[in-house]
């Protein structure tokens, strides 16, 4: 199988639907298929997590609406790959929704399998615009069902979660939970637009009744302004803090904690994968609508939207979660019983299934 990854991804769309496209691409590659990505909107971040995968990227140039990018693939010499796949479910797309039947329609058309890794609910593009696309999957707890008019297969729910293979063989079952914790592991996105991770560390300085082990994400997406920051606020903090610079995975470092601080992107699925009990804080109301489903799991502390919460709160809420040794073990159970790894081989099942069923 030849699949073609269509996405975006720079400091300000987050890495995430990178992150999991390259977890795609690896089963892809695994089973003996060809992978190619292509993007409108790229950083230099972005590009090279691509090519320390290995991958051929394509950046299709000039940016223009979705209408206009249809002529663009017929010069990208991508004509011998049998299927696309679309992770485009964020807010350029949102203002382009109109464009999106006749997109979805083209790419069909050229690759003969259109693909679409959707969103939840409002953010869900199938729910929003009837398309031509063969198979919609919506990876997340209680995904609603699709509007009239999109005649795809569905793929709903966490068993279809798509997860890194070294994180996968880091996974240990059950996880364990120790009594006495104090390790804390800080890891707010790809590029922390919104500065969670100063918020953080606020919060940490005044838990003042314990010594505490921390270690912060510092993704190589960050601003250089924000990372020294960190790293200055670090240095002098009463606790001791080791920054993880731009780090490759985080599955060590999510086992190694006790708890984790989070903002509530894609990362709190691969927390839930390895067990990991978490507070997670969403940096917008979007995204805290979004997150509604998975706090409901009861995988997860769910502490709100950054803006309306104190660094006080934060530490109240860091305190009574490390204390509380059986709602950490709830959590951690939760999380492991919601998500089991296997979600990238289900779907790509499933596309293999239709690429053979054609006439």
Same mark, same amino acid.
């Given at each position: 199988?030849?699949?073609?990854?269509?996405?975006?991804?720079?400091?300000?769309? &987050?890495?995430?639907?990178?992150?999991?496209?390259?977890? =795609?691409? %690896?089963?892809?590659?695994?089973?003996?298929?060809?992978?190619?990505?292509?993007?409108?909107?790229?950083?230099?971040?972005?590009?090279? #997590? !691509?090519?320390?995968?290995?991958?051929?990227?394509? !950046? =299709?140039?000039?940016?223009?609406? $979705?209408?206009?990018?249809? *002529?663009?693939?017929?010069?990208?010499?991508?004509?011998?790959? +049998?299927?696309?796949?679309?992770?485009?479910?964020?807010?350029?797309?949102?203002?382009?929704?109109?464009?999106?039947?006749? $997109?979805?329609?083209?790419?069909?058309?050229?690759? %003969? =399998?259109?693909?679409?890794?959707? &969103?939840?609910?409002?953010? @869900?593009?199938? @729910?929003?615009?009837?398309?031509?696309?063969?198979?919609?999957?919506?990876? $997340?707890?209680?995904?609603?069902?699709?509007?009239?008019?999109?005649?795809?297969?569905?793929?709903? %729910?966490?068993?279809? &979660?798509?997860?890194?293979?070294?994180?996968?063989?880091?996974?240990?079952?059950?996880?364990?939970?120790?009594?006495?914790?104090?390790?804390?592991?800080?890891?707010?996105? %790809?590029?922390?637009?919104?500065?969670?991770?100063?918020?953080?560390?606020?919060?940490?300085?005044? !838990?003042?009744d314990r010594h505490l082990l921390v270690r912060?994400?510092?993704?190589?997406?960050?601003?250089?302004?924000?990372? /020294?920051?960190?790293?200055?606020?670090?240095?002098?903090?009463?606790?001791?803090?080791?920054?993880? @610079?731009?780090?490759?995975?985080?599955?060590?470092?999510?086992?190694?904690? /006790?708890?984790?601080?989070?903002?509530?992107?894609?990362?709190? $699925?691969?927390?839930?994968?390895? &067990?990991?009990?978490?507070?997670?804080?969403?940096?917008?109301?979007?995204?805290?609508?979004?997150? *509604?489903?998975?706090?409901?799991?009861?995988?997860?502390?769910?502490?709100?939207?950054?803006?309306?919460?104190?660094?006080?709160? =934060?530490?109240?809420?860091?305190?009574?979660?490390?204390?509380?040794?059986?709602?950490?073990?709830? #959590?951690?159970?939760?999380?492991?019983?919601?998500?089991? *790894?296997?979600?990238? +081989?289900?779907?790509?099942?499933?596309?293999?299934?239709? !690429?053979?069923?054609?006439?």
């Amino acid at each position: 199988m030849r699949v073609v990854f269509r996405l975006d991804a720079d400091h300000r769309l &987050g890495y995430g639907h990178l992150l999991r496209c390259l977890a =795609l691409a %690896g089963v892809v590659a695994r089973r003996g298929g060809q992978v190619a990505f292509v993007m409108v909107r790229a950083d230099p971040p972005a590009c090279t #997590m !691509i090519e320390a995968q290995g991958w051929p990227w394509t !950046i =299709l140039s000039p940016r223009g609406p $979705y209408a206009s990018e249809v *002529g663009l693939w017929k010069d990208a010499d991508l004509g011998l790959f +049998d299927a696309v796949v679309l992770d485009i479910a964020h807010q350029r797309t949102f203002r382009q929704l109109d464009q999106i039947p006749f $997109y979805v329609n083209s790419l069909r058309e050229h690759f %003969g =399998l259109v693909v679409l890794l959707d &969103g939840l609910r409002e953010h @869900a593009i199938a @729910a929003r615009r009837p398309l031509m696309a063969d198979l919609v999957v919506m990876p $997340y707890p209680d995904a609603d069902n699709l509007l009239p008019g999109t005649p795809a297969r569905r793929l709903a %729910g966490p068993e279809y &979660g798509v997860f890194p293979a070294e994180l996968l063989s880091q996974v240990v079952l059950p996880r364990p939970v120790r009594k006495a914790a104090n390790r804390l592991l800080v890891t707010c996105g %790809g590029s922390d637009p919104t500065r969670l991770t100063l918020l953080c560390l606020e919060a940490l300085e005044k !838990i003042a009744d314990r010594h505490l082990l921390v270690r912060i994400a510092v993704a190589a997406g960050f601003a250089p302004e924000l990372a /020294d920051t960190i790293t200055t606020r670090a240095a002098a903090s009463r606790h001791q803090v080791d920054i993880l @610079a731009a780090p490759k995975g985080l599955g060590t470092h999510m086992l190694w904690c /006790d708890l984790a601080l989070t903002a509530t992107g894609l990362t709190k $699925y691969e927390l839930a994968l390895t &067990g990991t009990p978490s507070i997670q804080i969403s940096i917008d109301p979007t995204h805290h609508a979004v997150n *509604g489903s998975f706090a409901a799991q009861g995988t997860a502390l769910n502490l709100g939207i950054q803006e309306s919460l104190s660094p006080a709160t =934060l530490a109240d809420a860091i305190c009574r979660t490390l204390d509380d040794v059986t709602q950490r073990q709830t #959590m951690s159970r939760k999380g492991q019983t919601l998500v089991d *790894g296997r979600g990238a +081989d289900r779907i790509l099942d499933e596309m293999e299934a239709l !690429i053979l069923a054609r006439p």
